[in-house]
């Protein structure tokens, strides 16, 4: 059972306001992601991190911005919301493959932050 | 870079019927395979996944994935699906990227429609 949390379920806020999605696990897992989710598209990842103090970004260019402070804290922001960034956004986090001490890439999702912008 | 590509984007079938959905991938290297469903207004589940031994894999809820690599096909199976299987499918693949760490990318998703 996948525990990982991410607060808000549902927003929506007007233009310009800035707004943090809040992704935590509780699986000691040291690998974490944001992917953006837009409705029969394939999943874009926007950052991820390695662990505590590293942050990367991903294959889509996004204006939000993350930190990894803690190992089970991963929040997304975005600084001035527009309307371009209506979307559903998943965390997801991943262990390593305990035979081998690396990790494969399997994921595990929280139930995703639908945002709109007005 | 990796592409996933998920043949249908949507397949319709009645109930207790057998059902395939397809995935295909471009890198034919060192490679980690998986599917997850996604129901309405949740995340994706791990339903199966490929990692090494056997190519065919079985997974939850009577579902399994055979991989073909030399085809380089991830292709997902059930034989006899019921309506509460209706979600969307998405296959992933993780290969080894530039940064020494296994990413995973996803296919556009499959619609799974089942009719009593």
């Known amino acids: 059972e996948a525990d990982i949390y991410q607060t808000p379920r549902y927003l929506v806020i007007g233009t310009g306001k800035k707004i943090t999605l809040e992704c935590s696990q509780t699986m000691g897992h040291d690998k974490m992601y944001w992917y953006q989710q837009d409705p029969g598209m394939e999943l874009h990842l926007i950052h991820y991190?390695?662990?505590?103090?590293?942050?990367e970004k991903g294959d889509l260019s996004s204006e939000s911005t993350v930190s990894r402070i803690r190992t089970e804290h991963f929040p997304l922001t975005l600084e001035s919301a527009r309307p371009s960034h209506t979307s559903q956004y998943l965390c997801?986090?991943?262990?390593?493959?305990?035979?081998?001490?690396?990790?494969?890439?399997?994921?595990?999702f929280g139930e995703g932050s639908r945002l709109t912008v007005l | 870079a990796q592409s996933v590509t998920q043949l249908d984007s949507q397949v319709p079938v009645f109930e207790e019927a057998p059902v395939e959905l397809r995935c295909n991938y471009s890198?034919?290297?060192?490679?980690?395979l998986f599917w997850y469903v996604q129901y309405p207004n949740q995340g994706l589940q791990l339903l199966l996944k490929y990692l090494s031994g056997s190519t065919l894999v079985k997974g939850i809820n009577g579902f399994e994935a055979e991989f073909n690599k030399s085809q380089t096909s991830f292709h997902l199976r059930k034989p006899s699906v019921h309506i509460s299987d209706t979600a969307e499918y998405f296959c992933a693949v993780s290969d080894l990227g530039s940064g020494g760490s296994y990413i995973p990318t996803f296919g556009r998703g499959t619609s799974l429609i089942v009719h009593p």
């Open positions: 991190s390695y662990g505590v103090n590293s942050t």
């Open positions: 890198s034919s290297v060192s490679v980690y």
């Open positions: 997801a986090s991943s262990p390593r493959r305990r035979d081998r001490g690396f990790n494969t890439g399997e994921l595990f």
